[in-house]
């Protein structure tokens, strides 16, 4: 399977932790966006969104993040524990990936992308309580859980962790949520976690504490 990424993508680092879960290699194929590689010929005719992580898996073509977790876990998983078969389980864990995208990593990004990005002086404080405000939502979730929805990975953690472990990088404390401390930390144990998450993490935090002046 082609996979095109960029390691300082946070989506694009949650499919590749899935990815380790299965068991799939992935043949890697890195795209600058800094440099505007994604907007090569040959990539758009791949995706004409021309956005990463993008996933070819023979004749299937795949992007957005965590339709690519989903489709990883149940075309290749052993079982259904990382994407439930259960409706009512699934759509737990699918109500984590959507709160992932469109509320924590969306609110995280409203706080860092116009500094880092967009020319922006300055951050604005507001933005990071909102940010704020959803790890306290997380916190909240994880009470009496090891991962978000119980007791098993899910693909739900793969992209949460992918968003936590940017925030904290960025030199965003999230030392009072004690709960995403513990679950965190059990995250870093996952197949893969050093190798396919955490460098592309750090090298995110290091770009965006040095425009925050964090």
């Given at each position: 399977m082609d996979f095109y990424y960029m390691?300082?993508?946070?989506p694009c680092r949650a499919n590749m932790l899935t990815a380790k879960a299965v068991g799939k290699e992935l043949n890697l194929k890195y795209l600058n966006l800094m440099a505007g590689e994604q907007m090569k010929p040959e990539f758009v005719a791949i995706n004409?969104?021309?956005?990463?992580?993008?996933?070819?898996?023979?004749?299937?073509?795949?992007?957005?993040?965590?339709?690519?977790?989903?489709?990883?876990?149940?075309?290749?998983?052993?079982?259904d524990s990382l994407y439930p078969n259960d409706p009512k389980k699934r759509a737990i864990v699918d109500r984590f990936l959507y709160f992932d995208m469109g509320t924590?990593?969306?609110?995280?990004?409203?706080y860092v992308y116009p500094v880092v990005f967009r020319g922006q002086e300055k951050p604005e404080p507001e933005k990071l309580e909102k940010a704020m405000e959803a790890l306290g939502w997380m916190d909240s979730w994880l009470e009496g859980k090891s991962y978000i929805t119980g007791d098993n990975v899910t693909v739900a953690d793969h992209s949460l962790v992918a968003t936590v472990s940017t925030i904290v990088a960025a030199g965003i404390d999230i030392s009072k949520f004690s709960n995403i401390v513990a679950w965190f930390e059990l995250c870093k144990k996952l197949p893969g976690y050093d190798e396919v998450n955490a460098p592309g993490a750090e090298e995110f935090g290091t770009m965006v504490?040095?425009?925050?002046g964090n």
């Open positions: 390691p300082l993508s946070a004409p969104q021309h956005v990463v992580p993008t996933l070819v898996d023979g004749d299937f073509v795949l992007w957005e993040s965590r339709a690519i977790c989903s489709y990883l876990a149940s075309q290749y998983g052993k079982d924590l990593y969306h609110r995280f990004g409203e504490k040095a425009k925050l």
